[in-house]
């Protein structure tokens, strides 16, 4: 964790950062949260703000977008409650609502909005300023409406986010017992 011009991270309650992953600046973790190996989050030029029992995977790179005279106001980023973010994903100032599932490879550009209880698939690419509505899984490259979800894979956002929370809990626990 580093400080970028004078704001540090900020931890909720037991969260887990890995020591080979980097979070910077103006970022906000809820609680139980966990970041894993070699994932980075930065917020140096705007805020990044993440959920309670949301777990950014291995190798994940979440950023923001500067205020400019070609973006007035920028676009941080923003993540909800209860998201599941797969490996090598990349979020680059967008807005993730709760209950999601970004799957591995996918890519949320710059004003993206994706609201609750959504998938998406492995490897997607979701365009600057596209909206990903509730309740479906979204493939593709540009990301398209595939089909509604089940109830079990609605059920599954909080089964997987609670995986991850008991995961974490483990390594913290192996950090403290090593001390």
């Not at 890995?18 to 994932?39: K, R």
């Not at 140096?44 to 205020?67: C, E, F, N, W, Y």
């Amino acid at each position: 964790m580093r400080e970028h011009r004078g704001q540090a991270p900020k931890l909720g309650a037991r969260v887990f950062i890995d020591p080979m992953s980097t979070v910077i600046g103006d970022v906000e973790l809820g609680d139980d949260c966990s970041v894993w190996p070699m994932a980075v989050i930065r917020g140096d030029m705007h805020r990044v703000r993440i959920g309670a029992r949301t777990s950014v995977q291995d190798g994940s790179v979440l950023h923001i977008t500067h205020a400019s005279a070609f973006n007035e106001g920028g676009w941080p980023l923003t993540i909800g409650e209860d998201v599941t973010i797969g490996h090598k994903a990349c979020l680059h100032g967008c807005t993730v609502g709760n209950r999601v599932l970004i799957g591995i490879g996918s890519i949320v550009l710059d004003g993206a909005v994706i609201e609750d209880e959504v998938v998406l698939a492995a490897g997607a690419l979701v365009p600057p300023g596209k909206r990903l509505e509730s309740g479906y899984l979204y493939v593709g490259s540009p990301a398209k409406q595939a089909r509604p979800l089940s109830e079990k894979e609605r059920k599954f956002f909080t089964y997987t986010a609670g995986n991850y929370v008991k995961l974490k809990d483990e390594y913290l626990n192996d950090q403290s017992s090593s001390r």
